[in-house]
């Protein structure tokens, strides 16, 4: 099968395209013909950090690299019953020794893997395991509520887009924090309000919210305190979160009742990894860059 897999770390030449085997599954493992899987900033991020670096934080270098999938079952291991054969799944590769950049891939059935909504293509459906369980996770923190004034920073990023979409579904008043030639794509994600960062400052205006959520690590509680409402509550993605399988299944209620949607900048074919990896370093894309690995 083809996979990208992750010989060097630093430059994008260090993904390489080759032919390995055919993974086959565990006992407890479904294999899953990938159709779609993404560019996110942890596979970037993960690119560039030397092996040695990250032993130190206590991650395990990885073949290949890939954190989100969407496919169809082809095999299932002889205990699983969770799934079956042609099941369409999305799901993470977090804490897997390999990543999703391939044309197959074997997941524990019992882990990080959804079925798919029936009227989700599996190139929709790809980029939304590992955004959105992240949004849910730091919204849900911050004490997300209906009624509550909520900011989201980076809100045209992939995390940001899904945060935008989840604290609006709550009952949320939601305002965006994007460049403004992303507002009008926010605005159409459930935001009553769009502030343009390159024209206004947010840390120093006189509008006070109840959670600010900072979706790209772009500050600090000091650098907001003063915008937060008595009993606010800031988060951001610089503080670590732990994937659970019950937030996906949340994920997937939402994708299903048409509640939340993936925002898709660029596709790349598996065999433009590297431009895909240049683009998304650059800092400047507006949700998630989409692979397209089978047809």
Do not use: W
């Amino acid at each position: 099968m083809k996979a990208v897999l992750f010989k060097k770390t630093g430059s994008v030449a260090g993904l390489v395209l080759a032919d390995i085997p055919q993974p086959v599954p565990k006992p407890s493992e479904v294999l899953v013909r990938i159709h779609a899987t993404s560019v996110t900033r942890g596979d970037v991020v993960l690119r560039k950090i030397p092996f040695l670096l990250a032993r130190l934080f206590g991650q395990k270098r990885k073949a290949m690299l890939g954190h989100e999938f969407a496919g169809e079952i082809e095999a299932i291991g002889s205990e699983v019953t969770e799934v079956s054969v042609g099941d369409r799944v999305f799901g993470t590769t977090t804490g897997l020794p390999t990543g999703s950049y391939a044309e197959y891939i074997c997941v524990p059935a019992a882990g990080m893997l959804a079925t798919i909504p029936p009227h989700v293509p599996f190139e929709d459906a790809a980029p939304v395991p590992i955004g959105a369980t992240t949004a849910l996770q730091f919204l849900r923190r911050g004490g997300l509520a209906s009624g509550k004034r909520v900011l989201v920073i980076g809100a045209s990023g992939s995390v940001g887009s899904y945060g935008v979409q989840i604290a609006a579904h709550y009952g949320a008043h939601v305002t965006g924090v994007s460049s403004g030639r992303n507002a009008e794509l926010v605005r159409s994600l459930g935001a009553a309000e769009v502030i343009d960062y390159t024209v206004e400052d947010v840390t120093k205006g006189e509008r006070r919210y109840d959670l600010v959520f900072d979706a790209v690590g772009a500050g600090s509680t000091g650098s907001f305190k003063r915008i937060l409402a008595e009993g606010g509550s800031f988060v951001s993605v610089r503080s670590s979160t732990t994937e659970s399988p019950s937030d996906l299944i949340e994920v997937r209620k939402l994708l299903a009742a048409r509640r939340i949607r993936a925002v898709i900048d660029r596709r790349y074919a598996l065999d433009q990894i590297r431009e895909a990896h240049s683009y998304v370093e650059k800092g400047r894309k507006a949700g998630n860059v989409l692979i397209s690995v089978a047809g």
